[in-house]
């Protein structure tokens, strides 16, 4: 009986491997508008419109896209024909915004800015004759009728992980309302309680009411009386969140005081300011990755509120008898 031949059973022959294609080298360097932010030119926003402008030019070359990238050590990058040097130095200060005073750089309108806290007389005070500021920007928001703890800086990424609610970074105020909340009103605070989003004006001009439920907040009472002062510490920063959260009980707010910022803790007199150090800069940082810190448990007299004053006593005249 004959055999078969057996057949050898070899490999299918590769397939020659497909070309990879190019990776593309990701661009290099900064955005144009961080550039001139970190220069202290002006912010990312006012920055973006000075590109569009045409008044940067890279390297002899005018730009107007704002998604060019730049390395400052490389390139050389002009505004309106004046060369950056890179950088400036980041600083960090705590200020005691009054009450009168608007959170922001410039207002149309001429009321007094936290900006004119820290004008170059002031300046000279704290850091020297031969100093100067750079650029500061403010983190957050106190609004007019607010006073207390103000962080200023031109250290724009530490100020967005700051002001992302995500973050939790604990801010305390002291609160003080018009007439007497009962236990069960500031139970609904202390739980979360549904107010307005945004803008009191954007809500009343569109006629629709957007909601939103705040997240559980610390609240304690620190001076009873018709008028009391609550101690409250919120990880949300909304739009005149305070007023709204005790409107919504039924009590105005009259006064906010801010005392404490992540680690900080409210030390300077109103109208005051004074430079971070390295110890509390390096705390905001921690606050903003979300990790816990430590606070004075001494409150420092501007965190303090002030004893009451006591009523002054009536004087009584007795009228003498004439002498006859």
């Given at each position: ?67 060019t990238r730049a390395e400052i050590g490389r390139d050389h990058v002009r505004v309106d024909g004046k060369l950056l040097h890179g950088p400036e130095p980041t600083k ?167 005392i404490g910022y992540g680690a900080l803790t409210l030390d300077v007199p109103p109208g005051g300011f004074r430079e971070l150090t390295q110890g509390e800069v390096q ?42």
């Amino acid at each position: 009986m004959s055999k078969s031949p057996i057949k050898a059973v070899g490999k299918a022959p590769a397939k020659p491997a497909a070309a990879k294609a190019p990776q593309k080298e990701a661009p290099k360097g900064d955005r144009l508008q961080k550039i001139l932010a970190q220069a202290g030119i002006a912010s990312r926003r006012a920055a973006e419109q000075i590109i569009l402008e045409g008044r940067v030019q890279v390297n002899g070359q005018t730009i107007t896209e704002l998604g060019t990238r730049a390395e400052i050590g490389r390139d050389h990058v002009r505004v309106d024909g004046k060369l950056l040097h890179g950088p400036e130095p980041t600083k960090y200060f705590m200020v005691n915004k009054p009450r009168g005073y608007v959170t922001t750089l410039d207002d149309p309108e001429h009321r007094p800015t936290v900006m004119q806290l820290l004008g170059q007389d002031r300046q000279k005070k704290q850091i020297g004759e031969h100093s100067k500021l750079p650029r500061l920007y403010p983190v957050g928001r106190l609004d007019y009728l607010s006073e207390g703890l103000l962080l200023m800086t031109n250290d724009g990424d530490l100020a967005n992980k700051l002001s992302k609610a995500a973050t939790g970074v604990l801010k305390t105020y002291l609160v003080k309302v018009s007439g007497a909340p009962t236990d069960a009103a500031i139970g609904q605070l202390r739980s979360g309680i549904m107010i307005d989003r945004g803008r009191l004006a954007d809500t009343r001009s569109s006629g629709r009411r957007d909601r939103v439920l705040t997240q559980p907040a610390q609240i304690e009472q620190v001076r009873s009386g018709e008028n009391p002062w609550y101690s409250v510490t919120l990880i949300e920063g909304r739009n005149r969140q305070l007023r709204k959260m005790f409107e919504e009980i039924g009590h105005h707010v009259e006064k906010i005081r801010r005392i404490g910022y992540g680690a900080l803790t409210l030390d300077v007199p109103p109208g005051g300011f004074r430079e971070l150090t390295q110890g509390e800069v390096q705390a905001l940082n921690r606050a903003a990755a979300g990790k816990k810190v430590e606070r004075k448990k001494v409150l420092p007299e501007a965190a303090q509120l002030k004893k009451p004053v006591p009523p002054r006593k009536k004087k009584f005249n007795i009228a003498r008898k004439p002498s006859r």
